[in-house]
Every structure is written in C-alpha cells, then in structure tokens.
C-alpha cells in the first residue's frame, strides 16, 4: 500500500502559486501604480520599498511551473499550448520589469525610458496571469490525451475580464503596500489608492461570481446543490467582513492592516477557485490523478521539495522581518 502523494503535491503546488501571487502582487501593483504619480522622488520611494524583496519571488513561479511539469505532465502539457501567448507575455512583462529595476538607477540612465518598461512590464504581466486565471475557470477542451483548442482561445471577454480584475487587484496589494511602508503625501495618496481599487476589486469579484456559474453549469451545480452551499457560503461572507475591515483600517489609519486585509481578500478568492475547480488541475476533464506522473517519480520529487520549501519559507519571512519599518530616501530603511 503505497501513500497517495497527489493531494500533497495539489497543495504544494496550490501554496508556491498563492505565495507568488500575493508575493509578486504588490510589486507589480507597484509598478502598475507607476502610472499615476510623477513625480521623481515619489517614484524612487516607491521602488525603494520593493526593492530589496522584489527579486525571490520568482521562486515562487519557478516552484510552481516546475512542479507542474515535473509531477502533473499532462496537465502541463494541455495548459501550456492553451496560453503560450500569454505566458510569453507574462515572462517579457517580468523580465523587463526585472531590467528595469536595475537600469533606472544606472548613472546616466534614461529613467523615464525605464520607468515606462518597469510599468508596462508590469502591466502586462498581470493582464496577462489574469488571462491564464480566467482560461482556467473556463476550462480547456481536451480530446484524447490532447488539448483540441487553438493557442488563440485565450482573446475571449472573460479571459480578458479576469486580467483587467487581477490589475486592479494587484494595484490594490500595491497602494496598501505602500501605505504602510511610506509617508506624508505619497501615503495620503495610497490610501485614496486603495479606497478606489478596493471598490474596483468587489466590483470585479462580484461580475466574476454571477458569471462564472452562467458560463459554466459545472461550477454552477457545485455550488448551489446542498449540502455544497454550506461550505460555500463562509467564502462570500468572509470576503464581506474582510473589505468592510480593510475600509475601517484606512478610515482609522491603521497602516498594517489594510495589507493584511487585501491579501486577505487575495486568499479567499483563490480558496474559492480551488473549492470551485478541485479535483481537476485541466478543467473540465483532467483530474488531478489523470495528470500525475508514476508515483516513483512524486516520491523522489517529493524529497527534494521537503528540503527546499522550508528553506525557502524560512528565507522569506527572514527578508521581510529584516526589511520592515518605514522606507525612507535619506538613510534607506527606517526601523522605529
């Protein structure tokens, strides 16, 4: 009797998306933020505060991907043909994003030439994750063993609705980031920031649910059968509580809480995805087991994963104690 190692490797595979998403997310809200302030110093603050912890998130991504090939080959091998064009995307969006990081600051550099790649970068590497997201929801149509779609079925109005929703997401991680990490007028401006994204978010959740169930009886009869409605039911609730709670942090000026409400937000949405699409890692038909490669390879796979996720976890959570406080432009960071 050899243990099922397929549940396992769907939560891990599960927590390196989450982690890269809330990760990354506020870094590319960041970039995606760019688009409204001009001013020089305002913009070297805002990259100073990601700065430090920008560049580990693509662990995140790498662990995800790579575990996706490694241990569900077949799902990768439906998904990938299905959005190429916006995984390719995505990784120009972050490499130029990457590049720019370390050229704005260059002596001589042409910033504004830098700034508009960090900021495009980043828009378009979150358009282009929430067009995978919203392909997923839809589902990808297999016949055999074989994707049977083309690599354009992506360009389709919920595809894109998602990617549009994830944008204002991230930028709404990215102004609650920056509201706790910066000061005076930039802060100010943060905290209108994250008022308007995080109606712009609730309103995006909210199109996202009517039109989820309509598009797809699947996910439709998955939540509206009972006892099914029971579980479903804390996920719209908790989202309620946590956006009233984010409001409230800002309205009083808490300046922690509204990140860790939005990532709050971030965390319900995919464990409504999850809830939504398990057991199938290639909606509508490939299951998790369907997927799976021999389970000799999970095991030996599975070791190595062992070492490498707290050593990764215990790097993270270092990085961002060691850079907490206030960022500031005359001594870097600030600890109070």
């Known amino acids: 009797m050899t243990l099922d190692l397929v549940p396992l490797w769907a939560v891990i595979l599960s927590i390196a998306v989450l982690m890269y998403v809330l990760l990354d997310g506020f870094d590319l809200g960041v970039g995606i933020l760019f688009l409204f302030r001009k001013k020089q110093e305002e913009r070297d603050m805002m990259v100073a505060s ?14 995800g991907s790579g575990g996706l090939l490694a241990v569900f080959p077949l799902a990768f091998a ?3 043909p299905a959005v190429y064009f916006p995984i390719l995307i995505m990784l120009l969006g972050l490499i130029f994003r990457g590049v720019a990081f370390e ?3 260059a002596p001589e550099a042409r910033k504004w030439l830098w700034d508009g790649a960090f900021m495009l970068g980043s828009l378009f590497a979150t358009l282009a994750q ?6 997923f929801i839809i589902g990808f149509p297999v016949e055999g063993r074989a994707y049977a779609g083309t690599s354009w079925d992506w360009i389709a109005p919920f595809p894109l609705l998602t990617g549009v929703g994830l944008v204002v997401g991230y930028a709404l991680l990215g102004a609650t980031w920056l509201y706790m990490k910066t000061e005076g007028e930039l802060q100010a401006w943060s905290r209108r920031a994250s008022r308007v994204a995080l109606f712009g978010i609730l309103a995006f959740i909210a199109m996202v649910s009517i039109w989820t169930p309509l598009v797809d009886e699947r996910i439709a009869n998955r939540w509206f059968s009972l006892p099914n409605l029971y579980y479903f039911l804390p996920v719209p609730v908790l989202t309620a509580v946590v956006a009233w709670l984010l409001w409230h942090a800002l309205r009083r000026g808490r300046e922690v809480l509204p990140f860790l409400c939005a990532m709050g937000l971030f965390f319900l949405a995919y464990t409504g995805l999850i809830i939504s699409l398990w ?9 998790l087991w369907d997927a799976a490669t ?3 390879s999970q095991q030996f796979l599975m070791v190595g994963t062992m070492f490498l996720l707290p ?4 790097y993270v959570f270092w990085s961002y104690w060691v850079f907490r406080g206030k960022v500031r432009m005359d001594i870097g960071y600030h600890h109070h």
Do not use: C, H, K, Q
């Not at 990601?50 to 662990?63: C, G, K, S, Y």
């Not at 929430?130 to 392909?135: F, H, I, Q």
């Not at 050593?311 to 215990?314: G, S």
């Open 50 to 63: 990601v700065a430090p912890i920008w560049d580990f998130n693509e662990t995140w991504l790498i662990l």
């Open 294 to 296: 021999a389970p000799m």
């Open 78 to 80: 439906i998904i990938i």
């Open 103 to 105: 050229f704005r600051d």
């Open 279 to 287: 057991p199938y890692v290639a909606p509508p038909s490939i299951t």
């Open 311 to 314: 050593v990764i976890l215990a």
């Open 130 to 135: 929430g067009v995978v997201l919203g392909n």
